[in-house]
């Protein structure tokens, strides 16, 4: 506890001195009086910086909001360290929630899918992760805006930016990525740049317009084929009944064509939403495969092509039934229609302890090497011609890749030109649930 008393023993210690120095050439009476000027003198500054002490003490507490009140009884000097006491703690539960801030702070900024930079005057400051993997950043000290961005341009943005401000776009390439970035200039001087890879959206929007011109390409072609053969049919039904019953035959085949594209479009849309309602249910793959293959019996007969099926009795996978179909309706058809006459399909399942694998193996006219990473795109044919006279859509293979991919399989393609093609999917045997 403070003794403010103890602030007067300097002076009432000298006021002894001067009067024991005073006694052989002084009276008793004169020393006494020293003595107690000096002890007055002592008891009033205790009291003036005792008061100090507390208003300090209370403006400590109002500063750094101290909830923490001294004792009403306390001291200037008692005050002032109870005051100091709370500011500490006041102090570091600030530090503290900083600190947290931070972390949070910089934890979302990890996450954000744009790359962000913040340079000062001495180099790079922060990077998050988009921006390392993006700009193949390191642990390396701070470095200058060329060093690091590698691209004079944005490296040029940086410095502009510090000198004069504002906001300022740039818009680059960075090997075969398209790059769209901000930057702006902070209190400090700091200037944070903030870049987004925008090669994916352009790729997906060109594939868009892609697809908008082949799937009216391939529209046009049947409709158009249907409103000719129908203007001339009611003439040739007067005048040439066989050239009618043939102009039938056609009519037939491209309404066949036009309807199984638009099927295949339907379907590419529903895979390419994504998640689906309906809870998946335990499909046997064997049983979906026997099925397919009666469905293309009467194709492969007339194609001379002979289909061998090699199936255990069982094989579940949980899957939604239509999408199991989809896949081996498409891997079947393609085998049939573009083998060689006198051909042969082999058909495979085949259960593993994770995964069941189904392998369809052709002896058709292969796929040549340039176009096998290609060849599951939509609309992409290798020889236009022979793919729509087999009448095919181009969206077989695309519509395949899309139905395992949501499945959670693995589709692999091996093929030699002019000897054939073997496809094979892997599909998780994962518990499937019940119901549908």
Do not use: C
Not at 185 to 204: I, K, M, N, P
Not at 236 to 243: G, I, N, S
């Amino acid at each position: 506890m403070s003794r403010p008393w103890l602030l007067g023993l300097p002076a009432l210690a000298a006021a002894i001195a001067v009067a024991a120095r005073a006694a052989t050439a002084s009276t008793a009476s004169v020393t006494l009086l020293a003595a107690t000027a000096g002890l007055a003198v002592a008891l009033v500054l205790d009291r003036v910086v005792a008061a100090r002490a507390e208003r300090a003490a209370r403006r400590l507490r109002e500063r750094v909001g101290a909830e923490r009140p001294p004792a009403p009884s306390a001291s200037g000097w008692e005050a002032l360290e109870a005051s100091i006491d709370a500011a500490a703690e006041a102090t570091r539960q600030r530090v503290d929630e900083l600190a947290a801030e931070r972390a949070k702070v910089l934890g979302l900024l990890e996450r954000l899918t744009p790359a962000i930079l913040l340079f000062d005057a001495g180099g790079l400051a922060y990077a998050n992760r988009s921006a390392r993997e993006l700009f193949a950043l390191d642990d390396a000290p701070a470095r200058s805006p060329m060093q690091v961005l590698g691209d004079p341009d944005l490296a040029d943005a940086v410095a502009r930016t510090r000198r004069h401000g504002g906001e300022v776009g740039v818009a680059t390439t960075r090997g075969d990525r398209i790059l769209e970035a901000r930057l702006s200039r902070g209190a400090g001087g700091d200037v944070a740049l903030v870049v987004d890879d925008l090669s994916e959206t352009r790729r997906l929007e060109s594939m868009r317009r892609d697809f908008v011109t082949n799937a009216s390409h391939e529209l046009k072609t049947p409709v158009a084929g249907i409103q000719a053969l129908s203007e001339s049919l009611a003439l040739a039904l007067r005048r040439d009944p066989v050239r009618a019953e043939r102009m039938v035959e056609r009519l037939e085949h491209e309404a066949g064509r036009l309807a199984r594209l638009v099927r295949d479009l339907l379907d590419l849309a529903r895979l390419e939403e994504g998640g689906s309602d309906r809870r998946r249910t335990a499909v046997d793959l064997p049983e979906v495969v026997r099925g397919q293959a009666d469905r293309v019996a009467t194709i492969a007969e007339e194609r001379g092509v002979a289909v061998r099926l090699d199936l255990p009795e069982a094989a579940t996978v949980p899957a939604l039934p239509e999408d199991v179909r989809l896949v081996v309706d498409n891997l079947l058809e393609n085998a049939v229609r573009y083998n060689r006459p006198g051909g042969r399909v082999d058909v495979r399942v085949r259960v593993a302890d994770d995964a069941v694998e189904l392998l369809v193996a052709d002896t058709g006219i292969g796929i040549p090497e340039a176009d096998r990473d290609r060849i599951f795109e939509r609309f992409y044919r290798i020889d236009k011609g022979r793919s729509r006279a087999a009448g095919g859509t181009g969206l077989g293979l695309s519509l395949v890749r899309n139905a395992v991919q949501r499945l959670g399989g693995r589709l692999t393609l091996d093929s030699e030109l002019g000897q054939g093609s073997t496809f094979r999917v892997q599909l998780p045997r994962g518990d499937a649930p019940s119901g549908g």
